[in-house]
């Protein structure tokens, strides 16, 4: 519990007053509790004065436990360093808490890892936990048990830590002017990490700025402190009181040293970070809630913060579980109510969840679909309390699924109906039965309880993206047609395909017979190779801690940098294993890429890792679409062409070369090298003047009318009545928002949708999951298609009016809008 002391040594740390040595057994352990004494002789008790108790009055209860060590108040010394103790050392101190501190802090003294202290009003245990958590997977890690973060939580937190740790976190709390201080003491946290200001506590303090000035006491020895940026006073106050190259900040959307933007899907977060040198990794999540988001992003600052890689964290914070066991709620078909609990099945989460259940609005019946348990060794046991549970909760039916629970529960029929399995049940007559119900389905993972969700949910979403494959087929011989046939097309394949859905497009790509695919990301590259897609991929945005990921995947990574080419060679050669690379070539773009001055450094990179195969080096143009640009882009393939042609001298083999994107591959068709990258074109969209009518729209965007009004002229639409109906006529509600993608800013007017072929102008706000539309003389019905993106539709005006591009209309539109695929 403690790291061994002798009893000088223990004088010596406290500065305790006179003190005879009548036991010389070293101390492991600290106790303030006289209940909670395990190994008396090592144990060393301290008597703390409180309101309602006073340690001093258990020293000779601990002392028959066999406690021979005795931090006492100086007073009281004299009372106790007598004949009634004779084998007892007694310290005597002005402050026996103090003493207690300072134990502690000289434990923490000895450790020499990371140790993170988190402050702040709110979030600090929950963030604690998750990344311990996350950490503990990695790295032997100590964290403060509960939220033990009071003068007297503290020491006992830092008591915990032990010889073989290599990573701790402990949380700091406070709630007066003039705690910090000592709490800084004892922690001494090289890393310290500020959750926010809110308004606990603050009746103890002249401002929220005095109590925020007391809380960053804790930072005053850290190298690093993480914050949000966005809390202003925060940053504030962190600034004036600490050096820049101290801070560490993240925002979601201002400058900061991390960038972290959420991007909410129905079942899951998406968190995309973005750094200053532009990489940029995105991470998902369960959680949807603002305060979970809050604290997983702190949680990922602070982990990138100790060195762990964006994979790592993915790893971990996939497997969070939630501290308060968060459940969802959905509407379901025919008025029921569903409770989704379909990731495990085990009791403990049972529990919760029926306890849940309860809180839940009143349906007339309640019905349990609960799968088999994992095979344990007390199964009866486990199946005997399940029984208990359905009587104690009121369960009108359970649904059981699986084999050992029709087995064990059989005696609940007929309240209990069994299946063997998800499939048997989803074709039964007993769902359509459903109505009204409070339905809890709580399942483990392989029994895909989601397909019975599916079938349960209410359908609303009437959006969905259709991929014509065909199309897709037209415009990939397109540009074969404009290349000569030894030119190689690598086919870029990220961002899900420029939203189409990279696995079907992929495997659509592979039957065109495209010579490689490039994603952004090892993950979706995994992906890929999960769908069996089996064309060399290159990887645009790979980091070595992705390595064997990529080896294991047989993916290709991008190599811009000497560092990664370094880390990447010396990886190989230690592990024997060849990798397939790509270098990327800054010849203007300055983006990612080696620059001229890394020349000579990769060159004798490339002849020390031989393991390290080249199998191209490219460039990208940074002005292909605009002729404007010519001159530099001559320029930049110029460059590239000498730069490539020294790495290739010396080289005994040749790798592809490749330049030019799709505006470049109709703009600069000498220039093509062995390869060209083909990205948006594929999907329809052309950006330059060559491919204008020759192209055609592969994805479709469409959505229906929820809703038709009559207004009169001069009548407000929507949110802040922002939207004015221009004459007496029509709007319709249609079933889409900004969160399927459709940009706010195409909101009173600068955007339009087609129905029945006519445009429709948008009126008033677009809201998050509908948007109203004028359709004053145009023939339209509730129920009918609505296309918001497709044939009619010019998506360079359209992303213009709102000052972007077509690439960013088509990768903004959400996961939660269904992909369909067809061949027309
Ligand atoms: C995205 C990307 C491309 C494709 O660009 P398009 O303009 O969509 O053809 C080519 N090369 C690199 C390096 C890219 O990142």
Redesign the pocket.
């Given at each position: 519990m403690i790291q061994k002391l002798s009893p000088d040594q223990i004088a010596k740390i406290i500065s305790a007053k006179s003190c005879e040595i009548r036991s010389n057994h070293p101390v492991s352990q600290v106790s303030i509790d006289s209940r909670k004494i395990f190994f008396g002789k090592e144990t060393i008790f301290i008597a703390l004065k409180g309101t309602h108790h006073d340690g001093h009055e258990f020293i000779e209860q601990c002392y028959e436990q066999g406690v021979r060590h005795f931090i006492v108040h100086e007073n009281k010394f004299a009372d106790f360093n007598d004949l009634a103790f004779p084998e007892a050392n007694i310290y005597g101190v002005k402050d026996t808490l103090l003493a207690l501190q300072q134990l502690a802090g000289w434990n923490r003294s000895l450790f020499r890892g990371p140790l993170l202290g988190i402050a702040g009003s709110n979030g600090k245990t929950i963030i604690k936990e998750w990344l311990g958590q996350l950490l503990s997977m990695y790295y032997q890690t100590a964290k403060s048990p509960k939220s033990f973060n009071s003068q007297i939580g503290v020491p006992l937190s830092l008591f915990s830590i032990a010889a073989y740790h290599q990573a701790a976190i402990i949380e700091a709390g406070i709630s007066e002017p003039g705690e910090m201080q000592a709490l800084e003491a004892m922690i001494k946290p090289s890393i310290g990490l500020l959750t926010n200001i809110g308004s606990a506590h603050d009746k103890n303090f002249h401002s929220r700025i005095q109590k925020l000035e007391e809380k960053i006491k804790l930072f005053t020895s850290c190298q690093l402190i993480i914050y949000r940026k966005d809390q202003t006073k925060v940053a504030e106050v962190l600034a004036k009181n600490f050096a820049p190259e101290r801070l560490v900040s993240w925002s979601d959307h201002s400058e900061a040293d991390y960038i972290l933007q959420v991007k909410k899907d129905v079942d899951r977060c998406r968190i995309i970070l973005f750094r200053p040198d532009l990489s940029m990794f995105t991470f998902t999540t369960p959680f949807t809630d603002e305060a979970s988001l809050e604290n997983l992003r702190h949680v990922i600052v602070a982990a990138l913060t100790l060195g762990l890689s964006f994979q790592q964290i993915q790893d971990g914070i996939s497997q969070l579980s939630p501290i308060d066991m968060r459940l969802t709620v959905k509407e379901g078909l025919r008025q029921c109510t569903l409770i989704d609990d379909t990731y495990n099945n085990d009791l403990g989460g049972l529990e919760v969840a029926l306890d849940f259940m309860e809180t839940q609005r009143q349906k007339k019946h309640r019905k349990l679909i609960l799968s088999d348990f994992p095979q344990l060794k007390n199964q009866k046991e486990v199946y005997q309390r399940v029984s208990q549970l359905v009587d104690h909760y009121g369960i009108d039916q359970l649904i059981g699924i699986g084999t050992n629970i029709q087995k064990e529960l059989a005696h609940l029929k007929p309240r209990a109906v069994f299946f063997k399995d998800t499939e048997e049940f989803i074709q039964s007559q007993v769902l359509q039965q459903f109505e009204q119900d409070l339905v809890l389905i709580k399942g483990g993972r392989s029994f895909a309880f989601e397909r019975i969700v599916h079938a349960l949910e209410e359908k609303v979403h009437g959006t969905v993206l259709e991929i014509n494959l065909n199309a897709l087929s037209h415009n990939f011989f397109f540009y074969r047609g404009q290349l000569p046939q030894h030119i190689k097309i690598?086919a870029?394949v990220?961002?899900a395909a420029?939203g189409g859905g990279a696995a079907e497009i992929a495997n659509h790509l592979q039957k065109l017979k495209a010579d490689y695919l490039?994603v952004?990301y090892p993950d979706e590259g995994a992906e890929l190779r999960r769908k069996g897609i089996t064309l060399p991929i290159m990887v645009?945005n790979a980091g070595p801690e992705n390595v064997e990921q990529l080896l294991l995947n047989e993916l290709e990574p991008?190599v811009y940098s000497v560092r990664m080419m370094e880390i990447y060679g010396a990886y190989c050669k230690s592990a024997g294993k060849k990798l397939n690379i790509h270098l990327?070539i800054d010849s203007g773009m300055r983006r990612l890429g080696f620059d001229y001055e890394d020349l000579d450094q990769l060159k004798k990179l490339i002849a020390e890792y031989p393991k390290l195969t080249i199998k191209s080096i490219?460039t990208?143009l940074s002005g292909?679409?605009d002729p404007n640009h010519d001159a530099f882009s001559h320029k930049q393939l110029g460059d590239f062409e000498s730069i490539s042609n020294e790495i290739m001298t010396g080289l005994p083999y040749s790798p592809i070369r490749h330049a030019?994107?799709?505006?470049?591959?109709l703009r600069f068709p000498d220039h093509a090298f062995d390869m060209v990258?083909?990205?948006?074109?594929?999907?329809g969209?052309s950006?330059e003047e060559k491919s204008l009518g020759q192209l055609r729209q592969v994805g479709t965007l469409k959505t229906t009318v929820s809703q038709i009004k009559r207004l009169k002229k001069g009548e407000s639409v929507g949110y802040d009545r922002k939207g004015i109906m221009p004459t007496d006529g029509q709007i319709a509600t249609i079933a889409l928002g900004y969160a399927d993608g459709f940009d706010r800013r195409f909101s009173n007017g600068n955007g339009y949708v087609l129905i029945n072929g006519q445009k429709a102008p948008v009126i008033g706000n677009v809201c998050m999951d509908m948007t109203m539309v004028n359709i004053t003389g145009i023939p339209v019905k509730e129920g009918d298609p609505v296309v918001v993106y497709g044939e009619g539709i010019d998506l360079h005006k359209l992303a213009e009016s709102i000052g972007t591009i077509p690439?960013e209309l088509l990768t903004n539109i959400s996961s939660r809008v269904k992909r369909t695929y067809y061949l027309d």
């Open positions: 690598m870029m990220k961002a420029y490039s952004a645009l991008v990327d490219f990208h292909t679409s030019l994107n799709t505006a470049g591959i990258r083909l990205g948006i074109g594929l999907y969209i950006v690439y």
